[in-house]
């Protein structure tokens, strides 16, 4: 699949990966074709905090290993994800300052923010097995989301989703494809 660059994804896409808290995670079984679909916490990682160059953009998630989703990552790579910005409309931006000229272009955006967005991101999802990279994402989890890491042992995965494509769609209707 072809790598994905931040300059590829528009403003309002940045933002619901950043911000938002919920994932729709679906996999499929490849034995069966009985897909599963489950809600999940997650983080997003941006090109310049990956673990590994080559991975720019990544979903990481932590899973238990006895459920459906590990067991069907693990025999198929190919998951789809879906983000909704339902909790996003209107809520404030806390990179922005409160400037007349960040107000301005706050007010002049506002309609960008609250267009309801839904991105559909294809992805190949990959359980960790290397102890560095474990390592660098549960660091990193502990750090962005301290709770997240209460489920650190054994019986938990840390799972990293490489983005490879995406398509977003809003209340009118308007697609757009990034692969």
């Known amino acids: 699949m072809s790598s994905l660059n931040k300059s590829q ?16 995670l679906a996999t499929s ?31 990481v998630v932590l899973t238990p290993k006895h459920t459906t989703k590990f067991k069907n990552i693990s025999k198929n790579k190919n998951v789809s994800v879906l983000l909704h910005d339902w ?8 990179n922005e300052k409160n400037e007349q000229f960040s107000n301005l272009l706050k007010q002049l955006n506002q309609q960008e ?5 839904s991105a559909s991101i294809s992805g190949e999802a990959f359980v960790l097995k290397d102890e560095k990279e474990i390592q660098y994402y ?11 890491m209460n489920y650190k042992c ?3 995965a840390i799972i990293k989703i490489k983005i490879t494509s995406v398509k977003t769609s809003d209340e009118k209707n308007n697609i ?3 692969e």
């Open 113 to 117: 923010l609250k267009r309801n967005i």
């Open 87 to 94: 909790m996003l409309s209107g809520k404030e931006n806390p």
């Open 9 to 24: 994804f528009p403003d309002h896409l940045q933002y619901l990966l950043a911000e938002s808290k919920y994932l729709h």
């Open 154 to 156: 054994d019986s938990y």
């Open 176 to 178: 757009n494809v990034i």
């Open 138 to 148: 549960q660091d990193y989890l502990q750090k962005q989301d301290p709770e997240s």
């Open 29 to 59: 079984n490849p034995e069966t074709n009985v897909p599963s679909i489950s809600m999940m916490h997650y983080l997003y990682i941006s090109e310049d905090k990956t673990f590994l160059p080559e991975d720019n953009k990544l979903i």
